[in-house]
């Protein structure tokens, strides 16, 4: 019975929170397991002070119902998701040196539910830390061992052409080959269709000496004056010499 009401409880594992209450901070972990649904409360300060509180199936199910169903059992187990998770948390019958408090969760709904909360002995508190830094740890390897994820800025740079702002390079890692900047499609359009025109010009072009020639039609006709190509040349008869023997 147990397993069957706690396999719906799977959204409230791994959940940790901080509340401020006063001039105090606490945080909270929430941890399911086969048996119970659990919260570890730990007081920061020079005492490091640890509590633990839990629900059984039972104890849920006194506040479902008896025979609550999976889509009951789920529901329940969101709306106490979201509450942790927004921080709708606040610790009762505080006072410093006591050694049993009470968790209360959704203080602004009509009905808010509370988890009793015992004390933990040194050895516990110890004990249970420890396993919450094993569980960091490991976490922490699939980042090779850095405690939390490293901001994307250690990174990463943006890089930005000096041409243009509107433009932005890539991310680039310092540590990758630089990524040749990318070809503006317009720009590029504009070039293949400047060499199809060039293209065109060169096919209509003659072959050979490109220089202009006068064509025949423009070529004076025959006979006709070089000073004014319109009028007829003059003939001119040779002039003859009387030769002395006469």
């Given at each position: 019975?147990?397993?069957?009401?706690?396999?719906?409880?799977?959204v409230?594992d791994e959940?940790?929170?901080?509340?401020?209450?006063?001039?105090?901070?606490?945080v909270?972990?929430?941890q399911?397991?086969?048996?119970a649904?659990?919260?570890?409360?730990?007081?920061?300060g020079?005492?490091?002070?640890?509590?633990?509180?839990s629900?059984?199936a039972?104890h849920?199910?006194?506040i479902?119902?008896?025979?609550?169903?999976?889509?009951?059992?789920?529901?329940?187990?969101?709306?106490?998701?979201?509450?942790?998770?927004?921080g709708d948390?606040?610790?009762?019958?505080?006072?410093?040196?006591?050694s049993d408090?009470?968790?209360t969760?959704?203080?602004t709904?009509k009905?808010?539910l509370?988890?009793?909360?015992k004390?933990?002995?040194?050895?516990?508190a110890?004990?249970h830390?420890?396993?919450?830094?094993?569980?960091?740890?490991l976490q922490?390897?699939s980042?090779?061992?850095?405690?939390?994820?490293?901001f994307?800025?250690?990174?990463?740079?943006?890089?930005?052409?000096e041409?243009s702002?509107?433009n932005?390079?890539?991310?680039?890692?310092f540590?990758?080959?630089?990524?040749p900047?990318?070809?503006n499609?317009?720009?590029?359009?504009?070039?293949?269709t400047?060499?199809?025109e060039l293209?065109r010009?060169?096919?209509?072009?003659?072959p050979?000496?490109?220089?202009?020639?006068?064509s025949a039609?423009?070529?004076?006709?025959?006979?006709?004056?070089?000073?004014n190509?319109n009028?007829?040349a003059?003939?001119?008869?040779?002039l003859?010499?009387?030769?002395?023997?006469?």
């Amino acid at each position: 019975m147990s397993t069957d009401v706690l396999s719906h409880f799977g959204v409230l594992d791994e959940l940790i929170q901080v509340i401020y209450q006063g001039l105090d901070r606490f945080v909270a972990l929430s941890q399911v397991t086969e048996s119970a649904w659990s919260i570890y409360l730990g007081l920061k300060g020079p005492e490091g002070r640890w509590w633990r509180g839990s629900w059984s199936a039972t104890h849920i199910l006194n506040i479902t119902g008896v025979q609550s169903g999976p889509q009951v059992l789920e529901n329940f187990a969101e709306k106490l998701r979201t509450t942790f998770v927004n921080g709708d948390l606040t610790i009762g019958e505080w006072t410093e040196g006591e050694s049993d408090i009470n968790l209360t969760f959704g203080l602004t709904a009509k009905h808010p539910l509370h988890m009793a909360l015992k004390s933990l002995s040194a050895a516990e508190a110890a004990s249970h830390a420890t396993a919450v830094f094993t569980e960091i740890a490991l976490q922490a390897q699939s980042r090779k061992c850095q405690l939390n994820p490293p901001f994307p800025s250690r990174n990463v740079i943006t890089v930005i052409p000096e041409s243009s702002h509107a433009n932005s390079g890539p991310l680039r890692s310092f540590f990758q080959d630089p990524v040749p900047a990318a070809v503006n499609p317009v720009a590029e359009r504009k070039i293949k269709t400047l060499e199809a025109e060039l293209a065109r010009s060169k096919e209509r072009s003659p072959p050979g000496d490109t220089t202009s020639k006068p064509s025949a039609s423009s070529r004076p006709p025959k006979g006709a004056s070089l000073a004014n190509p319109n009028k007829k040349a003059r003939k001119y008869q040779a002039l003859e010499f009387e030769s002395d023997e006469d």
